[in-house]
């Protein structure tokens, strides 16, 4: 079974709108962590938030939020106020297992396209 | 702060060469990552490190594959011989005591 599953499509939105990118996750360990990841077509891997599972709070950095059920196992990335500069992949991940043996896994990916 | 900087940020071979990918991580961190991004397979790990010595290999795709971290600040990928499937963007990321993994530049492989 896929520990991160990213199913959308390309996404398009319209700039300054918001855009939930969707993200589902498979693990029995009690304690890890959910991170975003943007790539644009520059190539380079850039993070934009982070939510452990324990923590009460949903993340939020500037213009993302993550939407964190627990029970759904689900951690949507909302942009909102989409800017051009929002295009490009983003790839959600999982890290399980804590100290040294803990570990990256990504999902494949969405595209977000931005229009003006 | 500098970030992750990997060497070289392009490179072109032909098939049977070796090829050295290199990388320096943040300072201070303790944790080195390689990854291996394609379309085909996405983002993959193929090894990490941490205080230098390796932790998880198995991502390693085979025995031309190998990985070393002599020290805190460097640690470099091999392939010998290379082959046309190796083309890839090729990964390293550091981390330190916070979960966040920050990515180098990449470098990004043909093999001809």
Redesign the interface.
């Known amino acids: 079974a896929q520990k991160i599953t990213q199913t959308q499509p390309g996404m398009f939105v319209q700039e300054k709108e918001a855009v939930t990118l969707d993200c589902t996750y498979d693990t029995s360990d009690p304690s890890y962590?959910l991170?975003w990841?943007k790539q644009p077509s520059s190539?380079?891997?850039?993070?934009l938030i982070?939510q452990?599972s324990y923590d009460q709070q949903n993340a939020t950095e500037g213009r993302y939020s993550l939407n964190f059920q627990k029970a759904r196992k689900s951690a949507n990335l909302v942009i909102s106020a989409s800017q051009l500069g929002d295009s490009a992949m983003y790839?959600c991940a999982m890290?399980e297992g804590a100290g040294?043996?803990?570990?990256?896994?990504?999902?494949?990916?969405i595209t977000l396209s931005v229009r003006p | 702060d500098a970030g992750v900087i990997q060497s070289p940020r392009h490179e072109v071979t032909e098939m049977g060469q070796e090829v050295t990918l290199r990388c320096k991580p943040i300072s201070g961190h303790d944790y080195l990552?390689w990854y291996r991004q394609t379309m085909m397979r996405?983002?993959e790990?193929l090894i990490?490190f941490?205080n230098n010595v390796p932790?998880?290999d198995s991502g390693m795709p085979e025995d031309r594959f190998s990985a070393k971290m002599p020290n805190a600040s460097f640690s470099t990928l091999k392939i010998q011989p290379s082959e046309p499937r190796d083309s890839a963007?090729y990964?390293c990321?550091s981390r330190g005591i916070q979960?966040?993994?920050?990515?180098g530049?990449?470098t990004?492989l043909l093999v001809l």
């Open positions: 962590g991170f990841y190539g380079e891997m850039i993070f982070y452990g790839f890290r040294a043996n803990s570990k990256l896994t990504f999902g494949k990916g | 990552f996405g983002l790990l990490y941490n932790i998880d963007v990964f990321a979960e966040t993994q920050y990515f530049p990449g990004r």
